[in-house]
């Protein structure tokens, strides 16, 4: 089949047709970008995020990255999920001046600790600027990377069961549709499984709730009190962000994961449009565009931003290169962050639709670890590698409490993660024989989305 000809310019498709094109980079990462304060709602009582804030600054994010990329890469930046087990920590965290805080008080910490995960995108952006990506690398190989964010998604393993034993048969019916889209989808349908495993489990909830069934526990599937309560029209909730050492021990080590998953979108959309937007208009720019929309957002209350592969799928599909296409899509996000009772009617998803797109996304982000190592070809013959892999998953998936002690009189807990990582920086800089050098396995690179010039290997 002879490929489509790429649009770099999409004012030759007229104005109706760059809508269009907007409109369906929207629905792209919709079902994602919304899932994430849904399933943060669920850890905080119904007292987390809210939807209207997310999708705000989902399209502000977007629109300040591509200022910030001199609107040159067409990348849309949604909520990141790789923050879910952090924003599950401090939601159940208990001790120091949490003790006697209610959810809907913790959220704040949350964010703050977002925040400074945020302000770390700059500091790498700054780094990579003087001293170059190579260098940096360097000290993130893939032998610390690749484990790192598999405990991301096995921690969270046990919340997605939970959630989907409210109601098997209706978690088993998202999960087949999901599965279903996913490997015999067709065009568009195939790169948004999970938003039609949303909408077609929500339609048998609907039908389900109708015949009388319920919950496990004996409550009704759904709720729909707060939509005939909210306003058509209204402002986002806005909160304003707090700090706190414990939460931001929490959050900031996951930003290791989410850069690492920028510059693997960054080389992702270069690779797909044919030009190196690592080099031009810089990784150190889209970098300080991700990091300042991810602050931006958490300050206000909503959820970190990451760039977004599902948009880069439909880039892809559609050949049409042109970043304002994907701006159109930003505005479509803002005029939608200002309906409540759009937000509402999200809301009222069933906890065990949830459960089971965690299901998926959870073991996806841990599977994203497993390729990270094999596609990278770390040699685990080697006792060093061994060593920090063993190191990081033990402390990653066993210091379930964390680590908790005290810096004069404040109460400084670390996480699981944040301990994981920092035994898996410190080995890999201590221990003797790192040989891993960014750029000489290229295929390895891509699949990783490390690659500067995304051309593989010749075999």
């Known amino acids: 089949m002879e490929k489509k000809t790429a649009i770099h310019d999409a004012k030759e498709l ?31 009582h119904g007292e987390g995020l809210s939807v209207q804030v997310t999708l705000f600054f989902a399209g502000m994010g977007t629109l300040f990255f591509h200022l910030c990329t001199k609107l040159k890469v067409p990348a849309f930046l949604g909520s990141s999920f790789a923050f879910l087990g952090g924003f599950s920590t401090v939601a159940e965290l208990n001790v120091g001046r949490f003790a006697e805080m209610s959810y809907g008080e913790k959220l704040p910490y949350a964010c703050g600790g977002i925040v400074v995960a ?91 709730n109708a015949c009388g069934l319920k919950n496990a526990d004996g409550s009704a599937i759904f709720d729909f009190a707060s939509i005939s309560s909210a306003a058509f029209v209204g402002l986002p909730d806005f909160i304003i962000a707090k700090f706190d050492i414990t939460a931001i021990l929490v959050m900031a080590p996951i930003a290791i994961a989410t850069m690492m998953e ?13 030009k190196n937007f690592i080099e031009d208009p810089g990784l150190h720019r889209t970098l300080l565009g991700d990091g300042l929309a991810t602050s931006m957002a958490a300050m206000c209350g909503g959820p970190a931003n990451t760039t977004y592969g599902e948009n880069t799928g439909v880039l892809e599909l559609s050949r049409v290169f042109d970043p304002r296409v994907v701006r159109i899509a930003a505005c479509f996000a803002i005029v939608l962050s200002f309906i409540p009772k759009m937000a509402a009617a999200l809301g009222t998803m069933p906890t065990a639709i949830i459960g089971c797109i965690s299901f998926v996304l959870y073991g996806m982000i841990s599977a994203i670890g497993v390729r990270n190592v094999v596609e990278n070809k770390v040699d685990f013959t080697k006792s060093r590698n061994l060593i920090i892999a063993a190191v990081i998953l033990v402390c990653g998936l066993g210091f379930t409490n964390g ?3 005290t810096v004069g ?26 040989d891993y050098q960014f750029g000489e396995n290229p295929k390895g690179d891509i699949n990783r989305g490390l690659s500067i010039n995304n051309i593989e290997e010749e075999e």
């Open 118 to 208: 945020g302000a770390l995108y700059l500091v790498l952006a700054l780094v990579i600027r003087l001293v170059g990506v190579k260098r940096v690398m360097r000290f993130l190989p893939p032998v610390v990377t690749g484990p790192i964010i598999i405990c991301i998604g096995l921690s969270l393993a046990p919340s997605a069961v939970s959630n989907a034993s409210m109601c098997w048969p209706l978690a088993i019916i998202a999960l087949t549709v999901v599965i279903v889209f996913n490997i015999w989808g067709k065009g568009m349908f195939k790169i948004i499984p999970i938003l039609m495993g949303v909408v077609i489990s929500y339609a048998a909830a609907l039908i389900m």
């Open 409 to 434: 009189s404040t109460s400084i807990t670390l996480t699981a993660l944040a301990i994981a990582a920092i035994a898996g920086i410190l080995l890999n800089a201590i221990l003797p024989g790192n």
């Open 14 to 44: 007229g104005i109706p047709k760059m809508l269009v094109l907007g409109l369906q980079h929207m629905f792209a990462m919709f079902g994602a970008t919304i899932l994430v304060p849904i399933l943060v709602n669920s850890y905080f």
């Open 403 to 405: 680590l908790t002690f």
């Open 262 to 274: 920028h510059i693997g979108d960054i080389s992702a959309i270069s690779a797909t449009t044919g």
